[in-house]
């Protein structure tokens, strides 16, 4: 079975989270992706965290998976000669240097469309043109520039960022979208062109609803948020609104059994209108079903603080699964508080390719998170990352098609950081 991106090469000089995660995404689809590092230390993540000592840590393993390693030295003459060989086969180039980067190593968009007009060029950046396009970005600073953090915690309380990396990852997926999207798009232009994603414009895509609110403030207050119930007037810009739900259904994060001794014994309950009799039978209210103080959702958003506690009641003496099994019967919506160990642990997680159990030569076995998106007729096998310049002969030689005079000059000048072979005697 052929993969659905076999036939596309990628020359990968990604680092750290953003690019990395796209060029995974896109090896798992079947690209040949050739990550392109410095000699000696290469991706900056390969040293960092490290749980295993001389071993790459799991933050690099688990976001260079499927990909081939070759160490260039793009400061050395010889190096660059070697990227532009590169640069000529390859159907896109994906990036995430500082601005200015990659111009400086002379591989301005105008002099790679020249010598490639079918090539693609990706980049992530901090920011799109504006005041801050020369800033250095990382995750937690596109999280608080993007309106994520604003919006995420209590209200009465400093602005939170996430655990989910939706600056970093959600902008290497926004990537991979938009070089599948330009090699469509190249399949009838026969051109390639520039896609960049700024983590700035990532991280605001994932929080539309937020700005929707924003909006929707001029015309009121937002009475589906927690403290229009409480009485606490709104500002004039989208307040935190802790764990309500997004979708104008009351909701929150209720104890469940344990929850004293165990930090995620808890549950994500939605009073959805529609199972609103279900949940009044369930936790043992069926006067509600009808009390007019009850009965519809504008009665009971003064209300909810109350009603949570009641529902909390009843959570309490469940534990979270016990108290899913009891809710979904009735299509009450909620979910339960999964620890990062019970989701590793998860058999369907397993069976279905998301968790998966990768060997590595110098680690050994590790757990990572497999393709989330998963293809019918191109199934992903998650393969090991690969070592530092494991794979640069292979490519000199066999994708670059350089003769072995060629590569020895290569070797010989330093570029990629091999010791020069000892002639036989
Ligand atoms: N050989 C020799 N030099 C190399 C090289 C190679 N193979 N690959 C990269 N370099 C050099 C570059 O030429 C550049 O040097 P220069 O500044 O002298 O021109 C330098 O390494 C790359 O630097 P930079 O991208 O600035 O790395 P950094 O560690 O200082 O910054 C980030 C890291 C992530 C902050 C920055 O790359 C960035 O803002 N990226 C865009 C946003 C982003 O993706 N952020 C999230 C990362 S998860």
């Known amino acids: 079975m052929?993969?659905?991106?076999?036939?596309?090469?990628?020359?990968?000089?990604?680092?750290?989270?953003?690019?990395?995660?796209?060029?995974?995404?896109?090896?798992?689809?079947?690209?040949?992706?050739?990550?392109?590092?410095?000699?000696?230390?290469?991706?900056?993540?390969?040293?960092?965290?490290?749980?295993?000592?001389?071993?790459?840590?799991?933050?690099?393993?688990?976001?260079?998976?499927?990909?081939?390693?070759?160490?260039?030295?793009?400061?050395?003459p010889k190096g660059m000669e070697v990227l532009w060989e590169m640069v000529k086969i390859c159907d896109v180039l994906v990036e995430n240097f500082a601005p200015g980067v990659l111009d400086r190593m002379g591989l301005t968009w105008k002099k790679l469309h020249e010598v490639n007009p079918r090539l693609i060029v990706a980049s992530v950046k901090g920011f799109g043109p504006g005041p801050y396009e020369d800033c250095k970005v990382y995750e937690n600073v596109a999280q608080c520039a993007g309106g994520a953090a604003s919006t995420t915690g209590f209200r009465d309380q400093v602005p939170l960022v996430t655990g989910a990396q939706i600056g970093d990852s959600g902008t290497g997926l926004h990537l991979a979208l938009g070089i599948v999207t330009a090699l469509y798009h190249r399949t009838h232009s026969g051109l390639g062109q520039k896609v960049d994603c700024a983590m700035q414009d990532g991280v605001l895509n994932l929080c539309r609803v937020k700005l929707r609110d924003q909006q929707r403030l001029a015309h009121g207050p937002l009475k589906e948020y927690s403290q229009f119930g409480e009485g606490v007037p709104f500002g004039d810009a989208v307040p935190r609104a802790g764990n309500d739900s997004g979708g104008g259904q009351p909701g929150r994060i209720l104890k469940c059994k344990g929850w004293e001794t165990d930090p995620n014994a808890y549950i994500y309950f939605i009073t959805q209108a529609p199972v609103w009799e279900a949940i009044c039978d369930v936790i043992g209210e069926p006067g509600w079903k009808t009390d007019p103080n009850y009965a519809t959702p504008p009665a009971r958003l003064p209300r909810l603080n109350e009603i949570f506690g009641r529902i909390e009641q009843w959570t309490m003496t469940k534990t979270k699964f016990e108290a899913m099994d009891q809710l979904n019967k009735y299509d009450i919506p909620c979910g339960p508080i999964l620890s990062m160990k019970e989701i590793a642990e998860e058999k369907s997680l397993r069976e279905t390719g998301t968790v998966v159990e990768v060997d590595h030569p110098k680690r050994g076995k590790y757990l990572s998170v497999g393709n989330p998106i998963k293809l019918s007729n191109s199934p992903t096998e998650v393969k090991r990352s690969p070592l530092l310049g494991e794979h640069t002969e292979e490519i000199l030689r066999d994708v670059l098609k350089l003769d072995e005079s060629r590569i020895a000059a290569i070797t010989e000048s330093g570029a990629t950081g091999a010791q020069p072979r000892v002639a036989a005697e």
């Open 2 to 76: 052929t993969k659905a991106l076999e036939g596309v090469r990628i020359l990968d000089f990604t680092h750290v989270q953003s690019g990395p995660t796209c060029t995974q995404l896109l090896a798992w689809f079947g690209a040949d992706v050739i990550k392109v590092e410095r000699p000696g230390s290469g991706d900056i993540t390969r040293g960092q965290l490290r749980d295993v000592p001389d071993a790459d840590s799991l933050y690099f393993t688990m976001l260079n998976h499927n990909k081939r390693s070759i160490t260039l030295d793009t400061k050395n």
